[in-house]
């Protein structure tokens, strides 16, 4: 059975930096586009960043409000993917997901691709 654990969320001021961990277990996913999405109160689901794997190295993938302060990477070996957040805003408030994708896919932004879904973990940043 799949499990993606979610953890590292909390409460920081505007400008300041967190650190999300997403380990999975019941298989590996070494070759599996695992994505970071957001959803806010009232809002969609937001892409927020993936990592793609490739012959030559994976590639990252991030969406337009967090390029730039934010970085995906992932340990193969520990099986986990890691969202590294910087200079954080108020509007980076949000559930923030990590999610595995079984198959590859082009449309590595849209949700509704990915198969396996953690169970969410809170940022809130204060202004």
């Known amino acids: 059975q799949v499990q993606l654990i979610e953890s590292g969320g909390g409460l920081v001021q505007a400008g300041g930096s967190l650190r999300l961990s997403c380990a999975a277990s019941?298989?590996?996913?070494?070759?599996?586009?695992m994505g970071w999405f957001r959803q806010a109160p009232g809002k969609e689901r937001e892409f927020v960043a993936a990592?793609?794997?490739?012959?030559?190295?994976?590639?990252?993938y991030y969406g337009d409000s967090v390029k730039g302060r934010f970085t995906i990477s992932r340990d193969n070996g520990e099986n986990t993917v890691a969202l590294q957040m910087n200079s954080l805003k108020p509007e980076d408030t949000a559930v923030y997901y990590c999610?595995?994708?079984?198959?590859?896919?082009?449309?590595?932004?849209?949700?509704?691709?990915?198969?396996?879904w953690g169970q969410g973990t809170q940022v809130t940043v204060s202004s």
């Open positions: 019941g298989r590996t996913f070494s070759r599996n586009t």
């Open positions: 999610a595995v994708d079984r198959e590859y896919s082009a449309r590595y932004y849209g949700w509704r691709e990915y198969d396996y």
């Open positions: 990592i793609i794997w490739g012959t030559w190295g994976d590639s990252t």
